[in-house]
């Protein structure tokens, strides 16, 4: 156990307090980190507070070069990291490589948007002797707040951005998966200036709440449930911060009517069950049109039936574990309470017999199922397929939009009629023709109502970070026409 990553050095190696971080294939111990408390946060802020002034002084491109070599640090140690991640948080390795991959390719892309960017010039009301500005600036100290699902890319989509602009972080990575986090702090940030970058580990209360109510901390980035959100919302509501918030989603997948059966089955299995279903914007409602439901749903649950459960260490494993008992316990609860409704499982719904330890689930494909069972209308996590058909495409778009959340939505159509009326009509941040899942480093992404208020990636993930300024120039000093007196 090493602790906190401050100032560019080990700090509080041998606290009093600890978070076991476990295997979830395996539930055994990999490491202990400290459970940090509000006064190893406020020692964190005032490190990055301190380092801010000469970080946003620092010329935009030897930032980016410091940036590009973190992504070189980072391709140097990969395997540690895939490894690191496979086992804290038990995705498949292959999946954790396309984490890194977009970990690495995020740096890079804002290492050179950031480099470019400081503002635009307006047309002046006196264009002789006036000249107007808008002027992007950095905040200060952000608070990055971190889920356990993509504990490196959903900081990547904060942090690269937060020092592109010229912001300094301090981190608060998931107690679940805190060791991924401290080592790319050590191993991949350790050239930058003592400050930069720390990392803070522990509970959200004390850590992340004193992140939140510190007056020197003025932008909040966070992503995870809508119950944390609203508590951050609350804390940092009296001092007015710049609030990053990307909360939980229920998204919705189509199956239009003339769709081709089996690549519909593959895309649906890979957009619910990626990552076992752990993820903001997997699949957690289906809606599948009347004339092909029944092929479909064979072929889905073959597809299911096809895929193989294991340690995400394996090279054989399709699907790993979920992050721990509560979640499975409450993934249960959803299978459960649907049954009792009247939902059919086809396939899953139980714990694999062949696994004594690790918090595993079979896939789950329900039917029978509607908007009044939880499992239809509460954010799942957990690798569950649920049904429902539809007779017109009104009625598909009328079931997508009932819900309080708005991340993502994806259809599966090759009708252009259909394609623009579906994304036009439904109400998500993000909307995927085809092909699920899949993101765009400049194509911001984030989500609509109770989702959250963020836009990460793109343009749009720079700006997040930071603050705009108008300046009004004039050359001359003449007074003039409209001064007093009238």
């Not at 111990?29 to 380092?51: D, F, M, T």
């Not at 992503?223 to 710049?242: C, E, F, M, V």
């Not at 069950?273 to 409602?285: D, H």
């Not at 495409?393 to 997508?400: K, M």
Request: with cysteine.
């Amino acid at each position: 156990m090493k602790g906190h990553w401050i100032d560019n050095q080990w700090v509080d190696d041998d606290p009093e307090d600890f978070i076991e971080v476990c295997n979830p294939a395996t539930e055994e111990i990999l490491e202990r980190v400290p459970a940090g408390s509000e006064a190893n946060a406020h020692r964190a802020v005032e490190s990055a507070k301190a380092a801010f002034d000469g970080w946003r002084k620092t010329p935009a491109i030897e930032r980016a070069a410091l940036l590009h070599e973190a992504t070189a640090k980072m391709r140097a140690n990969w395997s540690e990291l895939v490894e690191l991640l496979t086992l804290e948080e038990g995705k498949p390795v292959p999946e954790n490589e396309e984490e890194l991959e977009w970990v690495a390719g995020t740096f890079d892309y804002y290492a050179e948007l950031g480099r470019h960017y400081r503002g635009r010039v307006l047309p002046s009301p006196e264009p002789e002797n006036q000249l107007n500005l808008v002027l992007k600036e950095p905040y200060g100290v952000v608070g990055c707040i971190v889920p356990w699902n993509y504990p490196l890319l959903l900081l990547s989509w904060k942090m690269a951005p937060a020092l592109a602009a010229g912001n300094t972080v301090v981190i608060k990575p998931s107690e679940m998966t805190p060791l991924s986090t401290l080592f790319l702090a050590e191993k991949c940030f350790d050239h930058l200036p003592p400050g930069v970058v720390n990392v803070v580990t522990g509970y959200g209360a004390p850590v992340g709440e004193a992140l939140v109510s510190h007056p020197d901390v003025p932008v909040i980035a966070f992503t995870g449930s809508l119950q944390t959100g609203q508590r951050i919302s609350q804390l940092a509501a009296p001092l007015i911060k710049h609030l990053h918030l990307e909360l939980g989603g229920k998204d919705a997948f189509v199956i239009g009517p003339d769709i081709e059966i089996e690549p519909s089955a593959k895309a649906l299995a890979y957009s619910a069950l990626l990552n076992c279903g752990q993820v903001c914007t997997s699949t957690e409602r289906v809606y599948v049109a009347e004339n092909v439901s029944k092929d479909f749903t064979d072929a889905l649950v073959e597809q299911v039936n096809n895929l193989r459960l294991g340690p995400g260490i394996e090279s054989t494993t399709d699907v790993g574990p979920m992050i721990g008992e509560k979640f499975r316990a409450k993934f249960e609860t959803h299978i459960q309470e649907a049954q009792s409704q009247g939902a059919q499982v086809l396939t899953g719904g139980r714990r694999p017999p062949e696994f004594e330890r690790g918090f595993f689930y079979e896939p789950t494909v329900l039917t029978d199922v509607d908007h009044s069972m939880l499992i239809m209308s509460e954010e799942t996590f957990g690798p569950a397929i649920p049904l429902m058909t539809y007779k017109t495409f009104d009625e598909a778009i009328q079931l997508v939009n009932d819900t309080q959340n708005g991340l993502g939505a994806v259809l599966r159509s090759n009708d252009a009629r259909l394609i623009k009326t579906f994304f036009e009509e439904v109400r998500a941040g993000t909307i995927w023709i085809n092909d699920p899942l899949t993101d765009n480093f400049a194509g911001p992404f984030g989500g609509m109502r109770m989702s959250g208020n963020a836009r990460e990636l793109g343009q749009e993930g720079l700006d997040s970070f930071l603050e705009t300024k108008h300046v009004h120039w004039d050359f001359s000093p003449e007074a003039k026409d409209w001064w007093y007196p009238y």
